[in-house]
């Protein structure tokens, strides 16, 4: 079982607590829960936390297809966390694809 806990705008806390199989349905939850606060907002702009850029990255970048390419090409460096780092990247500009994402 895996507990999600987020604040709301409103600094209230929201905790869910459900059984989540795989990191793709991690994920899918996640953006359920956020989009579900909303109430008609939009999502203005998306951080990603990338454990290794190599020596591709020392300061945020702008996330785009070559900015997936070069986290995915240090994989190597960081195999128990770029790979689900690129996942959530991957799935949040999906979700969220009107707003600009930074890593």
């Known amino acids: 079982e895996a507990q999600?806990?987020?604040e709301c705008a409103d600094g209230s806390k929201n905790t869910t607590k459900q059984e989540i199989p795989s990191m793709g349905d991690a994920v899918e939850s996640v953006v359920r829960n956020i989009t579900?606060?909303?109430?008609?907002?939009?999502?203005?702009?998306?951080?990603?936390?990338v454990v290794?850029?190599?020596?591709?990255?020392?300061?945020?970048?702008?996330?785009?297809?070559?900015?997936?390419?070069?986290?995915?090409s240090v994989v190597p460096l960081a195999p128990l966390h770029n790979p689900s780092?690129?996942?959530c990247i991957r799935e949040a500009r999906k979700?969220?694809?009107?707003a600009p994402h930074v890593a």
Not at 36 to 49: A, D, P, T
Not at 52 to 72: C, K, L, M, Q, R
Not at 95 to 98: D, G, I, N, P, T
Request: net charge negative; hydrophobic share 35%; no cysteine.
């Open 4 to 6: 999600l806990t987020h």
């Open 95 to 98: 979700s969220f694809s009107s």
């Open 36 to 49: 579900s606060e909303l109430h008609g907002e939009s999502v203005h702009v998306v951080g990603h936390r």
């Open 52 to 72: 290794h850029g190599g020596e591709h990255f020392s300061t945020p970048a702008i996330v785009n297809d070559d900015v997936e390419a070069a986290i995915e």
């Open 85 to 87: 780092n690129l996942l």
